[in-house]
Nanobody, 127 residues
Framework: QVQLVESGGGLVQAGGSLRLSCAAS????????MGWFRQAPGKEREFVAA????????YYADSVKGRSTISRDNAKNTVYLQMNSVKPEDTAVYYC????????????????????WGQGTQVTVSS
């Protein structure tokens, strides 16, 4: 399994942008499928975005589609979530997750699909 560390969260005004990063340990990061999830206060953790091992396939929750971009740099063992036009309802703790996928093209969107999780980074959007 890989170890994951998120960064890039903080306080941002509605309509603004931010980029979250997730740095992974391990030499096999490039074979992993990755995902971003978030958990707002009083709510269950929910799927945000997913990316396959190469970055060639992505998938988004309807709530962020068109405003967010997930990407990865396998040379840097890092996955990113660019969020634009943020809204107060985007306020949450954001987690990245990894699943050993052996270079599969499958995208994973369920929490139970992922075996490794980061500690989370807080994103707060002010109105």
């Amino acid at each position: 399994q890989v170890q994951l560390v998120e960064s890039g969260g903080g306080l941002v005004q509605a309509g603004g942008s931010l980029r979250l990063s997730c740095a992974a340990s391990g030499r096999t990061f490039s074979s992993y499928a990755m995902g971003w999830f978030r958990q707002a206060p009083g709510k269950e953790r929910e799927f945000v975005a997913a990316i396959n091992w190469s970055g060639g396939r992505t998938y988004y929750a309807d709530s962020v589609k068109g405003r967010s971009t997930i990407s990865r740099d396998n040379a840097k063992n890092t996955v990113y979530l660019q969020m634009n036009s943020v809204k107060p309802e985007d306020t949450a703790v954001y987690y990245c997750a990894a699943r050993a996928a052996r270079y599969s093209e499958i995208l994973y969107v369920k929490e139970a699909d992922f075996g490794s999780w980061g500690q989370g980074t807080q994103v707060t959007v002010s109105s």
